[in-house]
């Protein structure tokens, strides 16, 4: 029986590359957590170029399947998917098998009322050893620097949001960052957000994660994020920043400083609104 008064209609995308063991389950999974809500609804499997069987296999356990020719990236992948949603309503889930596909059941309940519902990782496989925890608690306290708000789950790759709203969205990333870059850009622009806790497992074959080299896009990422959307907060930063040099240089030489990166702040903060202004 449905929760639903006003019943939306699902578009579910599963972006996959080489998940051959894994993505068979998670669309079985997946229909069969929204058989039971109710909904309308389609599977959409983007397979990035896979080496393997995933497009067989996804095909075989009754999705439809867009194929890049070339590996392009998760973020891209995403978009593949979305571009070729029918319905408003956008599901993602990682084809690997480390969300459940049951645990959709609690975002469903949250639509129409916000824009985006994340499920929040939770417990210790999320935070992982003292080293991972470590970086994963700096990078959700960067973000919540850029969003100004509690981020619990920052990249989560089980979300539901609106396809409209992505329309909006500046595309700064085709890769690992894109679920980040759309929980900035959401929260940023005063989008509605829930962040719901979920369950999260091991996932099945390799992580194709590069922790080095995925951590340093992911700051350039929030960097961009903020000086798009609040440029004067990060130059405000590094203003205050500016005024230490000055027992080492002179006070003078930061006080300079810290007023020329201030300025700059204000004069992109303004440049900003007056884009915002002619946008309406």
């Known amino acids: 029986m449905s929760l639903f008064s006003n019943k939306p209609e699902i578009s579910a995308v599963i972006p996959a590359y080489n998940e051959e063991d894994a993505v068979a389950p998670t669309i079985k999974g997946l229909r069969a957590a929204l058989e039971a809500s109710g909904l309308k609804f389609e599977i959409i499997t983007v397979d990035d170029g896979s080496a393997d069987g995933t497009a067989a296999a996804a095909e ?45 059941a609690k975002l469903l309940p949250h639509i129409p009322a916000f824009d985006m519902v994340v499920g929040a990782r939770q417990g210790k ?22 969003a100004g708000e509690r981020i619990p789950d920052a990249n989560s790759g089980l979300r539901l949001f609106r396809k409209s709203a992505v329309k909006e969205m500046p595309v700064m990333c085709f890769g690992y960052s894109f679920t980040t870059t759309m929980t900035l850009s959401f929260l940023a622009a005063g989008r509605f957000v829930r962040f719901e806790s979920i369950e999260f497992t091991d996932r099945v074959g390799h992580s194709k994660v590069k922790p080095v080299r ?54 992109l903060d303004r440049l900003r609104m007056g884009e915002n202004l002619h946008r309406k």
């Not at 070339?70 to 309503?89: C, K, P, Q």
């Not at 935070?127 to 919540?144: D, E, I, N, Q, V």
């Not at 903020?226 to 006070?251: D, E, Q, T």
Request: charged share 15%.
């Open 60 to 104: 075989a356990a009754g999705s439809k399947v867009i194929r890049h020719p070339v590996n392009r990236g998760y973020g891209r992948t995403l978009l593949s998917g979305i571009e070729a949603a029918a319905h408003e309503w956008i599901l993602i889930i990682d084809a690997d098998g480390s969300y459940p596909p049951g645990e959709t």
């Open 125 to 146: 496989l999320f935070w992982g050893s003292r080293p991972k925890a470590f970086m994963r608690w700096t990078y959700l306290t960067l973000a919540r620097f850029v």
């Open 214 to 267: 995925d951590i340093l896009r992911t700051l350039q990422i929030m960097t961009q994020v903020i000086v798009f959307y609040n440029p004067l907060k990060l130059f405000s930063v590094l203003a205050l920043l500016c005024l230490p040099a000055g027992l080492a240089a002179g006070w003078s030489a930061g006080l300079t400083g810290a007023a020329v990166f201030f300025s700059c702040g204000c004069l």
